[in-house]
């Protein structure tokens, strides 16, 4: 079975500064790692995915993620963020036979003007 | 990316009613998903859906709870007797269906939300 925590429940940030969101995971099999986005009042949207080759994965919104098999991470990473990035970020896990995708309980990313 | 729809985005019932959520895939899909989201936690895998049968399903998934692909197009969630805990946000997901195999990810729909009074 997989597992994902998520170690920051909130991130306050100030506009234009870097941030990085914190995401490990558990597993005996081979995974693909996902994230999603969601907004308030709104659906789950993909951020995007690791699911073999490069270990560092560029997204969409100048977001990317690394991973790092060693220390069963996936943190994300953005070098500049804006107000408009403020929303609820799920780091997720599914084994590689993907019937299921398991979510973090997510880190809510608040930028300040 | 493919296209999920959901209907109703909200739905109110009573206590002990029955509910069906619909979700609507544009294009051709392979697995079918359902998630909840009670308001405040994490997303939680309910079922997933392939070939008109069910392939894996949660322990929250129980009696009270069934899908269904009636017409082919439609893939619905039909919880029997709701309960107050039952209120949540519930997506829908697929996996596209792309050169006749699957593929590794999930689309999520916007949702419904499900108040039970």
């Known amino acids: 079975a997989q597992s994902v925590t998520q170690l920051d429940s909130q991130v306050p940030v100030f506009e234009e500064a870097p941030v990085e969101l914190r995401c490990n995971y558990s597993?005996?099999?081979?995974?693909?790692l996902f994230w999603y986005v969601q907004y308030p009042n709104q659906g789950l949207q993909l951020l995007l995915k690791?699911?073999?080759?490069?270990?560092l994965v560029k997204g969409i919104n100048g977001f990317e993620a690394e991973f790092n098999k060693s220390q069963t991470s996936f943190h994300l990473r953005k070098p500049s963020v804006h107000i408009s990035d403020t929303a609820e970020y799920f780091c997720?896990?599914?084994?590689?036979?993907?019937?299921?995708?398991?979510f973090g309980a997510g880190t809510r990313l608040f930028v300040k003007a | 990316e493919p296209e999920v729809t959901q209907t109703p985005s909200h739905q109110v019932t009573q206590m002990g009613q029955e509910v069906i959520l619909r979700c609507v895939p544009i294009?051709?899909?392979?697995?079918f998903y359902w998630y909840r989201q009670i308001l405040g936690q994490k997303v939680e895998f309910l079922v997933s859906?392939?070939?008109?049968?069910?392939?894996?399903k949660s322990e929250i998934f129980d009696d009270q709870f069934s899908v269904e692909r009636p017409d082919g197009s439609n893939f619905t969630l039909k919880i029997r007797s709701t309960k107050l805990e039952d209120s949540a946000m519930y997506f829908c997901?697929?996996?596209?269906?792309?050169?006749?195999?699957?593929?590794?990810?999930?689309?999520f729909g916007p949702g419904t939300r499900l108040t039970v009074l």
């Open positions: 997720a896990v599914s084994d590689t036979g993907g019937f299921k995708t398991i």
């Open positions: 597993s005996s099999v081979s995974v693909y």
């Open positions: 690791y699911l073999s080759g490069s270990t």
């Open positions: 294009s051709n899909h392979l697995y």
């Open positions: 859906f392939y070939n008109n049968e069910i392939s894996e």
């Open positions: 997901a697929v996996t596209p269906l792309t050169g006749g195999r699957g593929t590794d990810t999930q689309y």
